[in-house]
């Protein structure tokens, strides 16, 4: 069955056959967590790196890296996609493990130092995760 | 207060353009979305620099902090790698993400600034 491209993770272009969801699913959201993490390390270097939301947001992203990691070892992924998937995964983990992890850091809000208003640039990141479609397979 | 409202516009476009960024290494590159925040940021960061020069700010400092943050955003924008032609990558069946797209959340992030 013919391939159609489907993104690009890590420089290198993603491909999947016509209605496979279940890669699909797993390709989309690593997009998602590539901008993420693009966007997390800019945080990185404001003055979030001294608060507790960034690293809350970065201790969520590997949580639900590592389950997707899971979830991918167990789909029925095709063995080639599976492991070129795999490894971008552990890619993204060692990005993201390389940012702050330490919550015991006070909130910016808190120290009076962000004043952008209710929202919170760390948390709103996740958002860009929950737009992909499709959703979660059943595995 | 003036130089809290241009401190947080500065910081919410950075987070943007470290997200388009990583967009120019995606099929996004070759998209009319991504074609589309590239002048919308410029634009952004442009008004920016005029509410700066406008800005009383009695800080010379402070003022120059903020112009070189401005500086280097305007920077990043221009830097933006786009293709020379592109198409929506849902149109043209390259991008399967569903009925959201990447670049339009990633430019709603600056809704976080109030």
Redesign the interface.
């Known amino acids: 069955m013919a391939k159609a491209r489907c993104g690009r993770i890590l420089g290198e272009d993603t491909y999947i056959e016509e209605e496979d969801t279940t890669t699909l699913y797993f390709i989309n959201n690593l997009r998602a967590y590539q901008a993420v993490l693009a966007a997390l390390k800019a945080l990185d270097q404001d003055i979030c790196h001294d608060g507790c939301s960034l690293p809350s947001t970065v201790n969520k992203v590997i949580k639900r890296l590592g389950k997707l990691k899971n979830d991918l070892k167990a789909s029925d992924v095709a063995a080639k996609e599976k492991e070129s998937l795999l490894s971008k995964i552990n890619s993204f983990l060692a990005d993201a493990n390389r940012l702050p992890q330490d919550t015991s850091q006070t909130c910016r809000k808190s120290a009076g130092e962000c004043k952008i208003g209710p929202g919170c640039f760390a948390t709103g990141t996740l958002s860009l995760i929950d737009i992909t479609e499709p959703k979660a397979p059943k595995i | 207060m003036q130089t809290?409202v241009l401190?947080?516009q500065v910081?919410?476009l950075?987070?943007?353009?470290?997200?388009l960024?990583?967009?120019t290494?995606?099929?996004c590159k070759n998209c009319i979305g991504l074609e589309g925040a590239k002048t919308k940021v410029g634009k952004m960061v442009k008004k920016l620099g005029m509410d700066l020069d406008a800005a009383s700010i009695s800080c010379e400092k402070t003022k120059a902090d903020l112009q070189a943050r401005i500086d280097s955003l305007s920077k990043a924008a221009e830097e933006l790698k786009v293709a020379e032609e592109c198409e929506c990558q849902k149109t043209a069946?390259?991008?399967?993400?569903?009925?959201?797209c990447?670049i339009n959340?990633?430019i709603?992030?600056m809704?976080?600034?109030?």
């Open positions: 809290e401190n947080n910081q919410g950075n987070i943007v353009l470290g997200a960024q990583a967009a290494g995606e099929i069946g390259n991008c399967k993400l569903g009925e959201m990447f959340a990633e709603d992030l809704k976080l600034v109030k």
